[in-house]
């Protein structure tokens, strides 16, 4: 492959902010991409479904983190994606935590970030996405985040005039003030301003867990908490918090495809507790048409990816949906709605 044979080659001598810098100027002239897109986009029905009454081409969705400004759902729209999720938003501008803020784990498919909510703020957000051609785009998902009830509220405000839906991030590991939203009550109450406030889906992002009965107890109860607040449903999880001296900061999330386990291990525990009547969006370790499968397979509604993205380049989601295509093949089922939570 092109991408992996050259231009990810080429990438990794850069600085890993450097090289995520380079490939973000890229995606924000449309051009090219509309060209790629006549070529990269896959017209498949089989894999047609809807979360929320919303029609989506694939159950494959980008994570947040990507596009933090909403200034390149253009271009990531011609990458086919069955959905995009941009942000984090926050209401004002800030710079996020000092470099270095970013490692790869090449020989694991990983990435490590301290990024810390680089923004350019809500106002910025907005401008973004009005100057989209809305006909090409895929459904956006406004990813928002904050550390106060009512910031998070000014933010869902603005942006849902222009997006499909909400997910709200409240498991960030790089942002202390966000553990506020872990108490049930605090959630709760966050989570009822909100919906006030606007009648698009609602999603929240949780923070992932051990496999220890104190830690899934504790999941499960925040998780209720959303549900029975007027959240539609859950992203399992963000990325795994660890400590290393190579970030400025000294620690931060894990990403990539060491997390599928983990992954599909948390989808199959909120599915069982709370049944067919959510969304789950699958988050952490998508990387391959059998990491999707099986995503489903634990219950989840969608599969988020975004390290993926990085190390498999822009023609990930075309390779991805042929292999979600032949293990759908392998294992008898026709379309996406046929492959059911075990």
Same mark, same amino acid.
């Given at each position: 492959?092109?991408?992996?044979?050259?231009?990810?080659?080429?990438?990794?001598?850069?600085?890993?902010?450097?090289?995520?810098?380079?490939?973000?100027?890229?995606?924000?002239?449309?051009?090219?991409?509309?060209?790629?897109?006549?070529?990269?986009?896959?017209?498949?029905?089989?894999?047609?479904?809807?979360?929320?009454?919303?029609?989506?081409?694939?159950?494959?969705?980008l994570a947040a983190g990507f596009d933090k400004d909403f200034r390149m759902l253009d271009s990531?729209?011609?990458?086919?994606?069955?959905?995009?999720?941009?942000?984090?938003?926050?209401?004002?501008?800030?710079?996020?935590?000092?470099?270095?803020?970013?490692?790869?784990?090449?020989?694991?498919?990983?990435?490590?970030?301290?990024? !810390?909510?680089?923004?350019?703020?809500?106002?910025?957000? +907005?401008? &973004?996405?009005?100057? #989209?051609? /809305? *006909?090409?785009? =895929?459904?956006?998902?406004?990813?928002?985040?904050?550390?106060?009830?009512?910031?998070?509220?000014?933010?869902?405000?603005?942006?849902?005039?222009?997006?499909?839906?909400?997910?709200?991030?409240?498991?960030?590991?790089?942002t202390s003030g966000l553990k506020t939203f872990h108490d049930p009550v605090k959630l709760s109450?966050?989570?009822?301003?909100?919906?006030?406030?606007?009648?698009?889906?609602?999603?929240?992002?949780?923070?992932?867990?051990?496999?220890?009965?104190?830690?899934?107890?504790?999941?499960?109860?925040?998780?209720?908490?959303?549900?029975?607040?007027?959240?539609?449903?859950?992203?399992?999880?963000?990325?795994?918090?660890?400590?290393?001296?190579?970030?400025?900061? !000294?620690?931060?999330?894990?990403?990539?495809?060491?997390? +599928?386990? &983990?992954?599909?291990? #948390?989808? /199959? *525990?909120?599915? =069982?507790?709370?049944?067919?009547?959510?969304?789950?969006?699958?988050?952490?370790?998508?990387?391959?048409?059998?990491?999707?499968?099986?995503?489903?397979?634990?219950?989840?509604?969608?599969?988020?990816?975004?390290?993926?993205?990085?190390?498999?380049?822009?023609?990930?989601?075309?390779?991805?949906?042929?292999?979600?295509?032949?293990?759908?093949?392998?294992?008898?089922?026709?379309?996406?709605?046929?492959?059911?939570?075990?």
């Amino acid at each position: 492959m092109l991408y992996r044979d050259l231009i990810l080659k080429l990438l990794l001598l850069l600085p890993p902010e450097t090289a995520q810098n380079l490939a973000e100027t890229a995606l924000r002239y449309k051009a090219p991409w509309v060209l790629l897109g006549k070529y990269n986009n896959m017209d498949t029905p089989e894999l047609n479904t809807k979360i929320c009454e919303i029609s989506l081409s694939s159950p494959i969705g980008l994570a947040a983190g990507f596009d933090k400004d909403f200034r390149m759902l253009d271009s990531l729209s011609e990458l086919d994606f069955g959905y995009i999720t941009a942000g984090t938003v926050i209401l004002n501008p800030q710079q996020g935590h000092p470099k270095p803020r970013l490692i790869r784990d090449v020989t694991r498919n990983s990435l490590l970030n301290s990024m !810390g909510f680089p923004s350019k703020g809500l106002e910025f957000a +907005i401008e &973004s996405i009005k100057s #989209m051609s /809305s *006909s090409r785009l =895929s459904p956006i998902f406004g990813s928002i985040s904050g550390t106060d009830i009512n910031s998070i509220q000014i933010s869902c405000a603005g942006l849902s005039p222009f997006i499909s839906g909400i997910e709200i991030n409240i498991s960030s590991p790089n942002t202390s003030g966000l553990k506020t939203f872990h108490d049930p009550v605090k959630l709760s109450e966050m989570i009822k301003t909100i919906r006030d406030t606007t009648d698009k889906p609602l999603i929240i992002k949780l923070p992932p867990h051990s496999n220890e009965t104190n830690e899934i107890d504790v999941a499960l109860k925040l998780a209720d908490s959303c549900i029975s607040s007027g959240a539609d449903g859950i992203t399992v999880s963000n990325s795994r918090p660890v400590k290393d001296s190579r970030l400025a900061v !000294g620690e931060g999330g894990l990403s990539g495809a060491l997390l +599928i386990q &983990s992954t599909l291990r #948390m989808v /199959s *525990s909120f599915r =069982s507790y709370f049944g067919s009547g959510i969304i789950i969006n699958a988050c952490g370790g998508i990387f391959t048409g059998d990491d999707v499968f099986n995503a489903l397979l634990a219950g989840a509604n969608t599969a988020q990816l975004y390290t993926a993205l990085v190390y498999r380049g822009p023609f990930a989601i075309r390779h991805i949906k042929k292999e979600l295509l032949t293990r759908m093949r392998i294992e008898g089922i026709k379309k996406i709605s046929e492959i059911k939570f075990n």
